[in-house]
């Protein structure tokens, strides 16, 4: 079984600031981990995606994530928030022979100008 | 390229009543997932279809919701009859398949039951 917890249902930094969105998840085979974010009454965009090799992965508008399996979490990091990042992040697990994902509750990011 | 399209975006039906959701999946890609958020909620997945195969139907309330992907294309998920606790978003999202496991969301529909 594979389960997602996102430390923080909301977040506020102010603008410029770094982000920082925890993820930790538990699975019993390796996983493949992603961040997604969804604006107001949209879909779910991925931002970024660890399958295998690199631990550190970059992603679009600026984020990145780093797996730690010691830790098993998978935190979003962004070194200076604009105001345009004010939205629904989502962590998810997934893993090769089941391609369901498992999502967290989410958390909501407000950036203060 | 056109990404998954879902129709219609927004549902007002009174409990009870059908209702039907509408998704085209992106060209070629063989892996169809149909996931429902409840508000504040991350998605959970109701069917995942490998073509026209439901390979995962284990979280899908067959009691009154069902869904068909004729010739592995685009697919319906149905509700019948509707409950209020049915109010939720249903986003729809397709993959290329095993080998790549990068899911892309439709807009979803957001269905009310009053």
């Known amino acids: 079984a594979q389960s997602v917890t996102q430390l923080g249902s909301h977040v506020s930094v102010s603008e410029g600031a770094l982000v920082l969105l925890r993820c930790n998840y538990s699975?019993?085979?390796?996983?493949?981990l992603f961040w997604y974010v969804q604006y107001p009454n949209q879909g779910l965009q991925l931002l970024l995606k660890y399958t295998t090799g690199a631990t550190l992965v970059k992603g679009i508008n600026g984020f990145e994530a780093e797996f730690k399996k010691s830790e098993t979490s998978f935190h979003l990091t962004k070194p200076s928030a604009h105001m345009s990042d004010a939205a629904e992040y989502f962590c998810?697990?997934?893993?090769?022979?089941?391609?369901?994902?498992?999502f967290g509750t989410g958390t909501r990011l407000t950036i203060i100008p | 390229e056109a990404g998954v399209v879902q129709s219609p975006r927004y549902k007002i039906i009174e409990k009870k009543q059908p209702v039907a959701f509408w998704c085209n999946p992106i060209s070629g890609h063989n892996t169809l997932y149909w996931y429902r958020q409840n508000l504040g909620q991350g998605p959970e997945l109701l069917i995942r279809?490998?073509?026209?195969?439901?390979?995962?139907d284990s979280q899908l309330p067959k009691d009154r919701f069902s869904a068909e992907r004729l010739k592995g294309v685009d697919s319906t998920l149905k509700i019948q009859p509707a409950e209020l606790g049915d109010s939720a978003v249903y986003l729809c999202?397709?993959?290329?398949?095993?080998?790549?496991?990068?899911?892309?969301f439709g807009q979803g529909t957001r269905l009310t039951v009053v």
């Open positions: 998810a697990v997934s893993n090769f022979g089941n391609e369901k994902l498992t």
């Open positions: 699975s019993s085979v390796p996983p493949y």
């Open positions: 279809y490998e073509n026209e195969e439901a390979v995962d």
């Open positions: 999202a397709s993959s290329p398949g095993r080998t790549n496991t990068e899911a892309f």
